[in-house]
């Protein structure tokens, strides 16, 4: 990972000293020049302190830096809160030599404890003296919390002939149903865009991507998902097909980084794509693929390795759209298990089984209504994810 660059942009990562293991837990990510940025942001209606300030300051549409924490998630914390934000952000200006308007901020962490910011303040200066354009993987190992491994990919794309560049990072293992972002997703790329392009590439992109995963159900109240474009390549995305090429290199970007985020849940064994084809409509489709997904008793028996169809048929069910049993399907990868209102047989369970053996593996229900589908990506609960969100304070 050290050898990844995206031109005018440096990255950092330092520990400070709010994780009790010692680890890294301050990042930054800087640009020479002010940059175009936009964002997304969780609808949880308790929004952390840093997520309302951002939503104060990523309006401008242009910013210098972002600087994030984690162990100590800043929200609930009232005023003070937003105090210490105003004091991260601050502190990283001073040493920048920036307006502090122009630096972004993020957390992650215990929500309900106060910002031990004075801490932030002190390492600002080891923070910013760190700054290196190979600084990417020391970034993405600062803003992790219960993830066991970084999350760093990047792209090359070309837009007439002249070459950009696309770096993203992101954290998350648990409490990840997004709404808009999930978790932390910083993203840096050196194509010229306009800020309002950007927001609209960022929007399509994160809607089939980090907004089409969920781990177990819950919002975080600190989702934030961020891109800077420096404009230094010398590739610019002006017109309409221009912009779609960014576009569509940011959502293959942002697809690879979703699947790092279920692929390193809390406590999972599983990767698992629940497909839902033969809808009336993509609502109702993504209404069904997330009941199932979120059904503890499918992602239970996913982790034992049991081919459990009835808990399957029993979610869509449930999930408020008007399914009709004898026209369903139910395959596990390619295996047909329930078909014409029954159970395919012991050797399609047998094969079904097999493929749950599998690390990742695609769950299909045919409503057999109509041409739409719809996707997400979630995994199975093990005794890990309960022992971890247990002890996640302690």
């Known amino acids: 990972m050290g050898d990844i660059r995206c031109t005018g942009f440096a990255a950092a990562g330092v520990a400070c000293g709010i994780k009790k293991n010692g680890k890294r837990d301050l990042g930054l990510l800087a640009c020479e020049k002010p940059a175009a ?153 050196d194509v010229d865009i306009a800020a309002a392009d950007l927001r609209e590439c960022l929007v399509q992109a994160v809607a089939p991507t980090l907004n089409a995963i969920t781990v ?78 979120h059904s503890p008793l499918v992602k239970t028996a996913c982790f034992g390795q049991d081919a459990n169809w009835g808990r399957i048929i029993a979610a869509a069910g449930r999930s408020g759209v008007n399914v009709d049993p004898q026209r369903m399907r139910i395959l596990f990868d390619d295996v047909v298990l329930y078909a014409r209102g029954g159970w395919t047989g012991a050797a399609a369970e047998a094969a079904a089984t097999a493929v749950l053996q599998k690390p990742e593996f695609r769950l299909t229900v045919d409503l057999g209504r109509g041409a739409a589908s719809a996707g997400v990506l979630t995994c199975d609960f093990s005794l890990d994810y309960v022992r971890i969100n247990a002890d996640y304070r302690s």
């Open 216 to 293: 177990d159900g819950d919002t975080s109240t600190n989702d934030t998902t961020l891109v800077l474009a420096s404009g230094l390549s010398g590739a610019a995305a002006r017109k309409p097909e221009e912009v779609a090429v960014f576009r569509d290199l940011l959502q293959d970007l942002l697809a690879e980084l979703a699947r790092m985020l279920v692929r390193d849940a809390e406590g999972a064994t599983k990767l698992i794509e629940v497909a839902v084809t033969g809808a009336a409509d993509a609502a109702e489709a993504r209404r069904v693929a997330y009941t199932i997904a």
């Open 37 to 189: 940025v936009a964002g997304v942001f969780t609808r949880n209606r308790v929004k952390a302190a840093p997520v309302l300030l951002d939503l104060e300051r990523v309006a401008a549409g242009r910013c210098r830096a972002v600087v994030v924490n984690a162990g100590n998630a800043n929200c609930c914390t009232g005023q003070q809160g937003m105090r210490n934000a105003r004091r991260m952000a601050a502190c990283v200006a001073g040493e920048l030599g920036m307006d502090e308007t122009e630096v972004l901020v993020a957390s992650t962490g215990v929500i309900g404890q106060q910002l031990p910011v004075a801490r932030i303040e002190a390492a600002a200066p080891e923070l910013a003296r760190a700054l290196d354009p190979c600084g990417f993987g020391r970034l993405a190992e600062a803003i992790m919390t219960t993830d066991t491994v970084p999350k760093l990919v990047w792209r090359r794309g070309e837009i007439g002939g002249k070459a950009f560049t696309i770096v993203g990072t992101a954290k998350g293992s648990g409490m990840i149903c997004p709404d808009m972002a999930t978790m932390l997703c910083f993203v840096c790329t």
